[in-house]
């Protein structure tokens, strides 16, 4: 039979309309789909008993309280304690899909040579010879934990001990110079304050723990005409705090240390204050013409800031104009203000990026990735996550997420001193270890984590003051043990210490500060490399855009 052009033609139609109707291509795809769900190294969710524990994250110093769903042992999701004091059941994103982050793909989990497969032993080695040839500076990102004092005790035998913090941090460093208090015994009395300004700071936006300051504005303030809580929000862009603040004031980007000098300057002149610190050398036209503002707007602001006290002012980076701001408008040791929250807090010397005569630099993985160290010393740099692009000589895989034992002291804005513990509820791979560990491996006289916890809580104990707040809030001197403040401690209880005393502090300012460019506030994005971000985080605020970067900002 002859075979035409039209027939193969009429023969593929029929055959492809077929297809169109024939079960057989979709079964094909359903099955290979489903086969290769199961193909053997592929991640399977874990089946076993269900529990859910209370702990403290630890991935950043605000410490917030966390309820952790475990199955068979692992933790499958994440959600906040509502009844922690300071969090208040808040997360952040990254605390949300933080379960999710010891499976990531940029986890260490081997130690690494200038990019080689190496070994503990080597590194060991390594870190030895350069303590016998030189000077080593650890570089601490989470001061005051039991780890932080095994760093501090092993630098007084073999260097420097220096801490790298965070904005919040760096922001209250002006009054340790004033007041003599170190700046991690200090923290915003938010509670009690009825007008804030917020020199972009990013209050409702990832500023200090999540909860507290947007918990605090949800009672007090939000829908509110005349609200209890007036939070003045100065800016140059309409950031989300911005939006939702009682006033917002737009000025010119870099000129907040212009505007608190122009601020202070009607303060004083026109004794809306009492005066208690000196007269800024910039005219209030000067400040205006730097800030964009007109002079009656600068006196306006001033004004309103002196109309509802208790009032804060709050710089988004260390900036001592806006501290010379609170020391004028009496906020630096006031209720409502600047407070000393504890007395045992010790003073810290900041990590500069560039540090030189030194044979080795210890990074520990509470180190943000973008400190990025420049010197020529050998650098061992412990991390859970590889970051990228930071210089290292040595990487050393680090415990993950809920991976180790630490204590979480008080968040770094907080008013109040707390303590709490997060215990290590999931197994950490074989090849990992801490930095505090690694040191005492090679120093046997100095004390472990565990030791150093203890004592703390021995100390709490001996003390009998403030509550403990677990299931029910219990005042610490009815724990009969220092066993029994430990076994609460670790299942996830929170211990809270007595109100500040806020006439504590006292600053002397004996000259207005000199001007600098302010930079840009972080929150908790900018502190977190996005190639490590867990893929909720990663899914819902950095392809979705639902939070902007700073830069990104409206202009
Ligand atoms: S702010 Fe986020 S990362 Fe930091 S402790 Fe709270 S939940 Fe954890």
């Known amino acids: 039979m002859k075979v035409t052009r039209r027939d193969l033609l009429v023969w593929s139609a029929g055959a492809a309309a077929g297809l169109m109707v024939t079960p057989v291509p979709w079964k094909l795809l359903d099955d290979s789909s489903i086969w290769s769900q199961n193909w053997p190294w592929i991640p399977q969710p874990m089946r076993g008993p269900v529990e859910v524990k209370q702990t403290c994250c630890s ?7 966390m309820r952790v769903r475990m199955a068979a042992g692992w933790p499958v999701g994440v959600a906040g304690v509502s009844s922690h004091p300071i969090s208040r059941g808040a997360l952040c994103p990254l605390g949300f899909g933080a379960h999710q982050l010891n499976w990531h793909p940029q986890r260490l989990r081997t130690v690494r040579h200038r990019g080689i497969p190496s070994s503990w032993s080597q590194a060991q080695s390594a870190f030895t010879r350069a303590c016998s040839e030189g000077p ?11 780890p932080s004092s095994v760093f501090e005790t092993f630098s007084q035998k073999r260097g420097a001990y220096r801490v790298a913090v965070g904005s919040e941090s760096r922001a209250l460093a002006p009054y340790e110079s004033w007041g003599g208090v170190p700046s991690a015994a200090l923290g915003y009395d938010l509670e009690n304050a009825q007008t804030i300004v917020s020199f972009g700071a990013p209050l409702l936006d990832g500023w200090g723990t999540p909860g507290r300051f947007t918990r605090l504005w949800a009672e007090r303030a939000a829908g509110m005409t005349d609200p209890q809580l007036r939070l003045i929000q100065l800016e140059a862009s309409l950031s989300r705090t911005a939006a939702r603040a009682w006033q917002w004031i737009p000025l010119r980007a870099g000129s907040d240390s212009a505007l608190a ?20 050398p910039l ?23 002196a109309a509802r006290p208790p009032v804060v002012a709050i710089a988004a980076d260390h900036n001592r104009a806006i501290a010379a701001l609170n020391v004028v408008l009496g906020s630096a040791g006031a209720r409502g203000g600047l407070v000393r929250r504890s007395k045992r807090a010790q003073p810290w010397i900041s990590a500069d990026p560039a540090i030189a005569s030194v044979r080795a630099m210890l990074i520990d993985s509470s180190v943000p990735w973008d400190f990025a160290p420049q010197t020529d010393a050998e650098v061992f740099r412990f991390a859970a996550w590889d970051g990228g692009s930071s210089k290292a000589d040595w990487l050393l895989p680090a415990p993950g997420f809920l991976e180790e034992l630490t204590d979480v002291p008080t968040a770094p804005t907080s008013a109040i001193e707390t303590f709490a513990v997060a215990s290590s509820l999931v197994k950490a791979p074989p090849q990992v270890q801490n930095a505090a560990q690694f040191l005492c491996s090679l120093d046997s006289s100095l004390s472990t984590t565990e030791k150093i916890i203890h004592a703390r809580c021995q100390e709490l104990f001996r003390a009998r003051k403030g509550t403990v707040i677990g299931q029910e809030a219990t005042p610490l001197a009815k724990f009969t043990s220092v066993q029994k403040l430990e076994e609460q401690l670790w299942k996830g209880a929170v211990w809270v210490g007595e109100p500040s005393q806020p006439e504590s502090l006292r600053c002397e300012l004996k000259e207005w500060p000199a001007a600098v460019a302010s930079s840009h506030p972080e929150s908790w994005l900018t502190r977190w490399p996005e190639a490590v971000l867990p893929p909720l985080a990663s899914k819902l605020y950095t392809e979705s855009s639902l939070r902007e970067m700073p830069e990104k900002g409206n202009a």
């Open 283 to 305: 005219t209030v036209s000067d400040a205006a013409a730097q800030t964009g503002l007109t002079p009656d707007a600068i006196r306006d602001l001033a004004r309103t800031m």
């Open 136 to 146: 080593v500076v650890i570089i601490d990102g989470y001061p005051g934990r039991a």
């Open 59 to 65: 991935l950043c110093p605000n410490g917030c309280g």
């Open 261 to 280: 000098a122009g601020v202070a300057r009607v303060l004083l002149e026109e004794r809306l204050v009492a005066a208690r610190g000196p007269m800024p």
